[in-house]
T-cell receptor
Framework: TQLLEQSPQFLSIQEGENLTVYCNSSSVFSSLQWYRQEPGEGPVLLVTVVTGGEVKKLKRLTFQFGDARKDSSLHITAAQTGDTGLYLCAGADNQGGKLIFGQGTELSVKP | EAQVTQNPRYLITVTGKKLTVTCSQNMNHEYMSWYRQDPGLGLRQIYYSMNVEVTDKGDVPEGYKVSRKEKRNFPLILESPSPNQTSLYFC???????????????FGPGTRLTVL
C-alpha cells in the first residue's frame, strides 16, 4: 500500500513568518499535487509537479518535487492570514489511476 | 460554469437503509472518483473510474458501490450503511487526455453523511 506522510499536521504561526510543509513516501509517484481546502468546501488544486527536482513558484508559495519523485515540500514565505487553511499533498500513480493523499496540514496564520 | 455537483449536501440516515449520493460533472472529464475525509486521515479514495463502464477500487472500497453508465455521472451507493461510514464525502473529476500522470482533481462541494 502506498502511503504519503505529511508533516506537520498542525501549524500555528504569526503573520510574516515563513513555513515549510513536507510530504514523504517510500513510493515513487508520477506526479505530486498540492491542494488547499477551506472549511465547508472541496479541495482546490494549487500546483502539480511532475519532474524529479522540479521547483514551481506561485507568488509566495514554492513547491519542490524530490529528485527521486518520492517526496515534496511546500514553502510559504511571509505568511498572511489568508493562507490559513488545510493543505493536502497527493501522489498520482501512473499505473492505474489511483491518487494517494497525505493526512493534511492544518495551517493557522494569526495577525 | 465548470463544476462538479453532489446531492445531497447533508444526509442523516439510519443503519441499513440504502442510500445513493449523486455526482455530476459538466466538463466532459473522463476520470471521476469518490473520496471520504475523516479527521487526521486526510482524503482516502473509495472508487475511481477512468471512463464509462470502467471502475476500479481505491484504498477503502468496502461497503460502497459505484457505477459509470454515463460520462457525466458517477453515483456512490451504500447498500447497507453502518455508523463507521459517517464521514464527509467528496466527488472529483479530471481530464486525463494528456496522460494519467497529471490527474488533477476538480472537487465537488462535499456531502456530509451521518449514519445513526
Amino acid at each position: 500500500t502506498q502511503l504519503l506522510e505529511q508533516s506537520p499536521q498542525f501549524l500555528s504561526i504569526q503573520e510574516g513568518e515563513n513555513l515549510t510543509v513536507y510530504c514523504n513516501s517510500s513510493s515513487v509517484f508520477s506526479s505530486l499535487q498540492w491542494y488547499r481546502q477551506e472549511p465547508g468546501e472541496g479541495p482546490v488544486l494549487l500546483v502539480t509537479v511532475v519532474t524529479g527536482g522540479e521547483v514551481k513558484k506561485l507568488k509566495r508559495l514554492t513547491f519542490q518535487f524530490g529528485d527521486a519523485r518520492k517526496d515534496s515540500s511546500l514553502h510559504i514565505t511571509a505568511a498572511q492570514t489568508g493562507d490559513t487553511g488545510l493543505y493536502l499533498c497527493a501522489g498520482a500513480d501512473n499505473q492505474g489511476g489511483k491518487l494517494i493523499f497525505g493526512q493534511g496540514t492544518e495551517l493557522s496564520v494569526k495577525p | 460554469e465548470a463544476q462538479v455537483t453532489q446531492n445531497p449536501r447533508y444526509l442523516i440516515t439510519v443503519t441499513g437503509k440504502k442510500l445513493t449520493v449523486t455526482c455530476s460533472q459538466n466538463m466532459n472529464h473522463e476520470y471521476m472518483s469518490w473520496y471520504r475525509q475523516d479527521p487526521g486521515l486526510g482524503l482516502r479514495q473509495i472508487y475511481y473510474s477512468m471512463n464509462v463502464e470502467v471502475t476500479d477500487k481505491g484504498d477503502v472500497p468496502e461497503g460502497y458501490k459505484v457505477s459509470r453508465k454515463e460520462k457525466r455521472n458517477f453515483p456512490l451507493i451504500l447498500e447497507s450503511p453502518s455508523p463507521n461510514q459517517t464521514s464527509l464525502y467528496f466527488c472529483a473529476s479530471s481530464f486525463i487526455g494528456g496522460g494519467i500522470s497529471y490527474n488533477e482533481q476538480f472537487f465537488g462541494p462535499g456531502t456530509r453523511l451521518t449514519v445513526l
